[in-house]
């Protein structure tokens, strides 16, 4: 859970440490005194993007600092361990954000990509506001709900486990025929040349078309340009071209050739050049009536040839003898496809873990198949006491290739939402608003949360646009969620309000020169009086007041 967030220089907060426990914490304060802040600084030590607007005028760079307990969560335990990054049961995230914009992150101190912050956070925390839904609108994490809901996640990691021994044993079995580490090392090399070679696709006779072709579209322009001067030479120029030229010349000769017998030879290479002349001309236009220039295939020509040209400096051979190289590769190859003992051996065990792993993934889909229709009515009657009166869930489990043993079973798992009666179920990025989505999402979350590995959960404004008895519902079901884990909700509702374990107060201090966000922890008496504000207004009543003690009372 997280146990310790320190602000430095971020937006309008020039200092803030806060410590957080288990439980509801409940974020109050007036509209713009900055409650969202805090959640967006938590959100950019878990990988969130950043910009220099994040910075606190006047500094020089900002600096967010979380400390989560992860005693209880063996899953990033197991991350850190893998990358030489566990501290005991502490894990400290840590963005560091600069005037220029500049980013840097850390994980125990060490400097990590943004990318690894996304997803060790995910395991963290999961944070549900308007405009940000971390997990629900992965599909991923929705099989993992039905798992953990059915208490069936031992028999999925069974599951798992089975289709690692398969594609291990598949994999052993390919390395059979090699009889020692020497042929072993070849045949793996060879199997990766030769799969360079295949995705390659080189047809014969490809790479001179490819280099022809590759020339003319590079000198398309000037093609055209001269094929048009031509043209315009033999036949279309105004100020006399070859073709009248040679009429010309053959209507004098028709006047005089019958006074010369000499000048029949003449003629008929001047009648000979004029029919060539008007062929040739038909060839231009015809040329020119089919040419196009076409950029977008010359990029594809040019990208096609310089990943021949490259694979053969790979090789060190010209381009033109890869194929001969395909082959070459494809003949050794298949020289060392050789079954012995260890190849019977491996097919029998193969068909033996195929075998296991379709039981336990068979035994999977039947338990998550019942699971899936409780589910779906548990969450579907949360949402509709959510102010989402009609609101239907369903999973819909989608049948995938056993074949290609997936580890996460034979099925995906997708939540599917209706928020209206009569209207059929669709996937939930498709059809839920930013607020019913947060509904929906903590619907699941109160009915799954005994056994969710999320153990922080944050809210912002999931109550916008609900109030009256909803909002008492909204309020009961996140204490619900904080009896069992951590919940975190920034709310305007005094029925929410009312609901929670802890009650921190946002307040914006404004001096002459500068406006900076405090938060205060309130004790019983103060948070009386927030929840008074929260019902009535900045001028509290006897009556306001008297409302929030009974609020506080009743939960209590």
Same mark, same amino acid.
């Given at each position: 859970?997280?146990?310790?967030?320190?602000?430095?220089?971020?937006?309008?907060?020039?200092?803030?440490?806060?410590?957080?426990?288990?439980?509801?914490?409940?974020?109050?304060?007036?509209?713009?005194?900055? &409650?969202?802040?805090?959640?967006?600084?938590?959100?950019?030590?878990?990988?969130?993007?950043?910009?220099?607007?994040?910075?606190?005028?006047?500094?020089?760079?900002?600096?967010?600092?979380?400390?989560?307990?992860?005693?209880?969560?063996?899953?990033?335990?197991?991350?850190?361990?893998?990358?030489?990054?566990?501290?005991?049961?502490?894990?400290?995230?840590?963005?560091?954000?600069?005037?220029?914009?500049?980013?840097?992150?850390?994980?125990?101190?060490?400097?990590?990509?943004?990318?690894?912050?996304?997803?060790?956070?995910?395991?963290?925390?999961?944070?549900?506001?308007?405009?940000?839904?971390?997990?629900?609108?992965?599909?991923?994490?929705?099989?993992?709900?039905?798992?953990?809901?059915?208490?069936?996640?031992?028999?999925?990691?069974?599951?798992?486990?089975?289709?690692?021994?398969?594609?291990?044993?598949?994999?052993?079995?390919?390395?059979?025929?090699?009889?020692?580490?020497?042929?072993?090392?070849?045949?793996?090399?060879?199997?990766?040349?030769?799969?360079?070679?295949?995705?390659?696709?080189?047809?014969?006779?490809?790479?001179?078309?490819?280099?022809?072709?590759?020339?003319?579209?590079?000198?398309?322009?000037?093609?055209?340009?001269?094929?048009?001067?031509?043209?315009?030479?033999?036949?279309?120029?105004?100020?006399?071209?070859?073709?009248? =030229?040679?009429?010309?010349?053959?209507?004098?000769?028709?006047?005089?050739?019958?006074?010369?017998?000499?000048?029949?030879?003449?003629?008929?290479?001047?009648? =000979?050049?004029?029919?060539?002349?008007?062929?040739?001309?038909?060839?231009?236009?015809?040329?020119?009536?089919?040419?196009?220039?076409?950029?977008?295939?010359?990029?594809?020509?040019?990208?096609?040839?310089?990943?021949?040209?490259?694979?053969?400096?790979?090789?060190?051979?010209?381009?033109?003898?890869?194929?001969?190289?395909?082959?070459?590769?494809?003949?050794?190859?298949?020289?060392?496809?050789?079954?012995?003992?260890?190849?019977?051996?491996?097919?029998?065990?193969?068909?033996?873990?195929?075998?296991?792993?379709?039981?336990?993934?068979?035994?999977?889909?039947?338990?998550?198949?019942?699971?899936?229709?409780?589910?779906?009515?548990?969450?579907?009657?949360?949402?509709?006491?959510?102010?989402?009166?009609?609101?239907?869930?369903?999973?819909?489990?989608?049948?995938?290739?056993?074949?290609?043993?997936?580890?996460?079973?034979?099925?995906?798992?997708?939540?599917?939402?209706?928020?209206?009666?009569?209207?059929?179920?669709?996937?939930?990025?498709?059809?839920?608003?930013?607020?019913?989505?947060?509904?929906?999402?903590?619907?699941?979350?109160?009915?799954?949360?005994?056994?969710?590995?999320?153990?922080?959960?944050?809210?912002?404004?999931?109550?916008?646009?609900?109030?009256?008895?909803?909002?008492?519902?909204?309020?009961?079901?996140?204490?619900?969620?904080?009896?069992?884990?951590?919940?975190?909700?920034?709310?305007?509702?005094?029925?929410?309000?009312?609901?929670?374990?802890?009650?921190?107060?946002?307040?914006?201090?404004?001096? &002459?020169?500068?406006?900076?966000?405090?938060?205060?922890?309130?004790? =019983?008496? &103060?948070?009386?009086?927030?929840?008074?504000?929260?019902?009535?207004?900045?001028?509290?009543?006897?009556?306001?007041?008297?409302?929030?003690?009974?609020?506080?009372?009743?939960?209590?």
């Amino acid at each position: 859970m997280l146990v310790h967030l320190a602000v430095n220089n971020y937006a309008i907060v020039d200092h803030l440490e806060l410590d957080f426990q288990q439980g509801m914490t409940v974020v109050s304060g007036e509209t713009g005194a900055g &409650k969202s802040i805090m959640l967006d600084a938590l959100a950019l030590t878990l990988g969130d993007r950043a910009d220099s607007g994040a910075v606190r005028p006047g500094s020089d760079k900002a600096d967010i600092l979380a400390t989560f307990d992860i005693s209880n969560i063996s899953e990033a335990r197991s991350w850190l361990q893998e990358r030489d990054l566990d501290s005991d049961d502490q894990v400290i995230l840590r963005r560091v954000i600069t005037a220029e914009g500049r980013s840097r992150g850390y994980i125990n101190g060490s400097p990590c990509p943004q990318q690894d912050l996304r997803s060790l956070g995910e395991m963290l925390i999961d944070i549900h506001s308007q405009h940000e839904h971390q997990s629900l609108l992965k599909t991923d994490s929705h099989r993992r709900l039905l798992d953990d809901y059915a208490g069936h996640g031992d028999l999925a990691r069974q599951v798992q486990l089975a289709a690692q021994r398969c594609r291990q044993t598949e994999q052993a079995l390919q390395q059979a025929s090699q009889s020692n580490e020497e042929q072993s090392a070849r045949q793996q090399l060879l199997s990766y040349q030769l799969e360079e070679l295949d995705n390659l696709g080189l047809q014969e006779g490809e790479l001179t078309q490819l280099e022809l072709e590759q020339r003319e579209l590079a000198n398309a322009e000037q093609i055209l340009h001269n094929c048009q001067q031509i043209t315009s030479l033999c036949s279309e120029s105004d100020s006399g071209s070859v073709l009248q =030229s040679l009429n010309a010349s053959l209507s004098r000769l028709d006047g005089i050739s019958e006074h010369s017998r000499h000048l029949q030879e003449a003629q008929n290479l001047l009648a =000979s050049a004029q029919i060539q002349v008007e062929e040739a001309m038909g060839e231009l236009n015809r040329y020119l009536d089919h040419f196009e220039a076409d950029p977008a295939r010359q990029q594809d020509v040019e990208e096609r040839l310089s990943a021949l040209y490259e694979l053969a400096r790979k090789h060190r051979i010209q381009p033109e003898q890869l194929g001969e190289l395909q082959q070459q590769l494809s003949d050794e190859l298949e020289r060392f496809q050789q079954q012995d003992a260890d190849t019977e051996r491996l097919q029998e065990e193969l068909q033996a873990y195929r075998e296991h792993y379709r039981q336990l993934a068979d035994k999977l889909s039947a338990a998550r198949s019942k699971a899936a229709s409780k589910l779906a009515k548990a969450v579907s009657s949360n949402i509709q006491q959510l102010g989402m009166p009609g609101g239907r869930v369903e999973l819909q489990l989608t049948a995938l290739d056993a074949e290609r043993y997936p580890p996460q079973g034979l099925e995906s798992v997708e939540f599917l939402v209706s928020s209206n009666p009569g209207q059929p179920c669709k996937p939930l990025a498709k059809v839920a608003s930013g607020g019913e989505l947060s509904r929906i999402s903590l619907a699941i979350q109160v009915v799954t949360a005994q056994t969710s590995r999320t153990p922080t959960l944050v809210f912002d404004e999931v109550d916008v646009g609900i109030g009256g008895p909803t909002a008492e519902i909204v309020g009961q079901l996140l204490r619900q969620l904080g009896a069992n884990g951590q919940v975190i909700t920034v709310t305007h509702l005094p029925q929410v309000a009312a609901q929670g374990h802890q009650h921190l107060f946002v307040r914006k201090e404004q001096s &002459k020169h500068s406006t900076r966000t405090c938060i205060d922890r309130l004790d =019983s008496d &103060k948070r009386t009086e927030e929840i008074a504000r929260m019902l009535g207004g900045l001028d509290m009543t006897a009556e306001s007041l008297a409302h929030a003690k009974k609020l506080l009372s009743a939960v209590n």
